[in-house]
């Protein structure tokens, strides 16, 4: 079974071979739409709402919380994440920053968990149909001309 998907998939016009014969075709999402791609916009526009007002709320507001460099990645990485611009990127920048907030406050992790886990999903299972990303990495119709 392994043999005949590798034979498939040596047809591409420029696979990358892993060993025993094995071929990643690609290593982008599929930006997912309809309902899926919905779902993953409401999970961008949360994470991002969330992670801009935690930001703000710490660098402009008079409360204690934990350390700025963190909150101020994770801000950026939710603005980022609010118009699904190189969502692989930002969600690993969200979950290393709530992390790092897990780590070096001693607050409820609740919060930092959640938005760790949201973030590192969104980083493996991409931005959707309804994002920058998708309009700048998606895939394209090429229409043949007339010979």
């Known amino acids: 079974m392994l043999g005949?998907?590798?034979?498939?998939?040596?047809?591409?016009?420029?696979?990358?071979y892993l060993g025993n014969g094995l071929c990643l075709q690609r290593?982008?999402?599929t930006f997912a739409g309809g309902w899926?791609?919905?779902?993953?916009l409401l999970q961008r526009l949360l994470i991002g709402t969330v992670l801009l007002h935690q930001?703000?709320?710490?660098v402009f507001g008079a409360t204690v919380c934990a350390p700025i460099v963190p909150q101020t990645v994770g801000a950026v990485a939710g603005a980022f994440l609010l118009v699904g611009l190189w969502t692989p990127v930002?969600?690993?920048?969200v979950a290393i920053?709530?992390?790092?907030?897990l780590w070096s406050s001693g607050g409820s992790p609740v919060s930092?968990?959640?938005l760790a886990v949201l973030g590192a999903t969104l980083a493996m299972i991409g931005p959707g149909a309804w994002s920058i990303d998708a309009r700048l990495f998606g895939r394209r119709h090429?229409?043949?001309s007339e010979l």
């Open 55 to 58: 930001g703000i709320v710490c």
């Open 27 to 29: 290593l982008f999402s």
């Open 142 to 144: 090429i229409e043949p």
């Open 4 to 16: 005949s998907d590798s034979r498939r998939f040596r047809r591409t016009r420029n696979p990358t």
């Open 90 to 93: 930002a969600g690993t920048l």
């Open 36 to 40: 899926p791609g919905v779902g993953l």
């Open 112 to 114: 930092s968990v959640t």
């Open 97 to 101: 920053a709530d992390a790092w907030m």
